[in-house]
């Protein structure tokens, strides 16, 4: 019988200093702790862990070279599959993934491995020192133009697989910052240095940003720009926003607004929004279950708010975030209130608001999602006072390119028409993925699809047929 020892621990800031600052919270190993971390693993042969992995990270063969202490060759392995393994590597939910999937973890703690990567990648030099892959060749097709509308993980693996291949990519973003959502993930979990890292590392690889630059005609890059191809990475910004009364009323925002007031710069933020610098002696009250609550619950915290609730309307066993934020937002002090739904927001002064209206409810038999559904208890009404109210309910496609290609969007949710295996969509040269075609996902899922509607943009390039690539009808030109 083998002896398993238990988990290494990382380094981890004291609750009472990570609530005074923006750091990470995680410190991460020393060499000698991911060693012996990673010699726990049992190198599985049909390992499962690489199974679950959205990305198909070889983790037992990376695992083995750490086992030896060769963190290059580690990296090297890594970096075969996965565009961005220092950013996704501290952004994954890896208890649900690759963690919760590691054989080990049957009958002990799992092998740390979302630590042991991030260890990875910070050591690595070839990461550190800029050493990171150059483009091959020119290709055979001849070296062409393509674009990259948005810059989250999507479009930033897409443009950097096309530009490894030789093509000369230019990605538009229309927010001042690049990133996508990465940019308003707040620094406690990704520090914004890392993602400024991975931008030079691109740039170095030839491809070219646009920051304040929307695009609303996709055939115009087609046609006047000479782009070859397109890829969609538009991701889901629209905040969902829940029909209750009182919804308008003053000190209610989205959890971007929130976080972005927070994380941006006066002069980088739209006029109408003022950038948050505390919250001292403010009742915060958020709404919603998934990491972006957790984010907004965990960086009012910091802000000093005097109080910091979260209502969510299921119970913890079945919100859709990462277990790992809801354990940290416990133990930085929030007031987590399971099985709460808000139905209204009440003012004292008809301006500004002053308490929310909740209900209590109770789980019935799963939904269409899996999870239980919740109902609303009768005569269980309450409220929780609040001077800021973050709407975090989750988030929408918006639907830009309406007014040229309504055939794009697919009802009912109006995400992106895409082959969910190549990307294609339905337009000749136009490839999609990220949260536009899935609705709000994951960093590693939307870095996956990047990858892959580069390969099959390589295959449209190399002579491949549209329709070959497509499930849905080919539209020639302009709708
Ligand atoms: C607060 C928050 C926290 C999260 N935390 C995690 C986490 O811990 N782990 C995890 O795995 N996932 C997390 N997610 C989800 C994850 O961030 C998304 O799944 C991922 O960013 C989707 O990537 P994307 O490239 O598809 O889109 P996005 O990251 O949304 O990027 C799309 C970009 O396109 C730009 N854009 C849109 N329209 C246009 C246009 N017409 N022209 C030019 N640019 C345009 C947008 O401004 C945006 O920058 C979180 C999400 C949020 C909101």
Not at 153 to 161: I, V, W
Request: hydrophobic fraction near 40%; proline fraction near 8%; aromatic fraction near 6%.
């Amino acid at each position: 019988m083998r002896d398993v020892k238990p988990r290494v621990q990382p380094a981890i800031q004291p609750v009472p200093d990570r609530l005074r600052n923006f750091d990470e919270v995680i410190q991460g190993y020393v060499l000698e702790d991911a060693v012996e971390e990673a010699r726990r693993c049992i190198l599985c042969k049909n390992a499962r862990c690489q199974a679950v992995c959205p990305l198909g990270n070889r983790i037992p063969q990376w695992i083995a070279e750490l086992q030896q202490g060769r963190i290059e060759d580690a990296y090297r392995i890594i970096r075969e599959t996965s565009p961005m393994p220092e950013l996704c590597s501290r952004l994954c939910p890896q208890e649900r993934l690759c963690e919760g999937a590691c054989a080990l973890g049957i009958k002990h703690e799992a092998v740390a491995i979302g630590l042991l990567e991030r260890f990875v990648c910070d050591q690595s030099r070839a990461r550190t020192n800029g050493g990171e892959p150059q483009p091959s060749t020119t290709p055979t097709t001849g070296s062409k133009r393509v674009a990259a509308i948005g810059s989250g993980p999507a479009s930033l693996a897409f443009a950097q697989a096309m530009a490894r291949a030789g093509h000369r990519v230019t990605v538009f973003e229309r927010w001042p910052k690049l990133g996508g959502v990465l940019r308003w993930i707040p620094r406690f979990k990704l520090p914004p240095d890392l993602l400024d890292a991975h931008l030079a590392m691109l740039t170095r690889l030839g491809i070219k940003f646009y920051a304040n630059t929307e695009v609303c005609w996709i055939e115009s890059l087609l046609t006047d720009e000479g782009f070859e191809g397109v890829f969609i990475g538009i991701g889901a910004s629209r905040p969902s926003t829940p029909q209750l009364p009182g919804a308008s009323l003053k000190g209610i925002c989205s959890s971007t607004e929130f976080l972005v007031r927070t994380f941006y710069g006066r002069e980088e933020l739209p006029n109408d929004w003022e950038p948050i610098a505390d919250l001292i002696g403010q009742r915060v009250v958020v709404l919603g279950g998934g990491d972006s609550a957790m984010d907004c619950v965990r960086t009012a915290l910091r802000l000093n708010a005097a109080a910091v609730t979260c209502a969510y309307r299921r119970d913890e066993a079945n919100m859709p975030g990462s277990n790992k934020e809801v354990q940290a937002a416990k133990e930085e002090g929030a007031n987590l209130q399971w099985l709460t739904a808000p139905v209204a927001f009440q003012s004292d002064d008809g301006r500004s608001v002053s308490q929310v209206e909740c209900v209590r409810m109770a789980l019935g038999p799963p939904d269409a999602s899996g999870r239980r559904s919740p109902k609303p208890m009768p005569n269980s009404a309450f409220r929780i006072d609040a001077d800021l109210v973050v709407l975090a309910f989750g988030y929408e496609v918006e639907s830009v390119f309406d007014n040229e290609h309504f055939f794009l969007m697919a009802p009912p949710k109006g995400t992106v028409r895409a082959d969910p295996n190549t990307g294609a969509t339905p337009l000749r040269g136009v490839f999609a993925g990220g949260d536009c075609v899935t609705g709000p996902n994951l960093v590693c899922a939307a870095a996956r699809a990047g990858l892959s509607a580069a390969q099959h943009m390589l295959r449209y390039f190399a002579g491949e047929p549209w329709e070959a690539l497509t499930a849905a009808p080919v539209v020639a030109s302009q709708a």
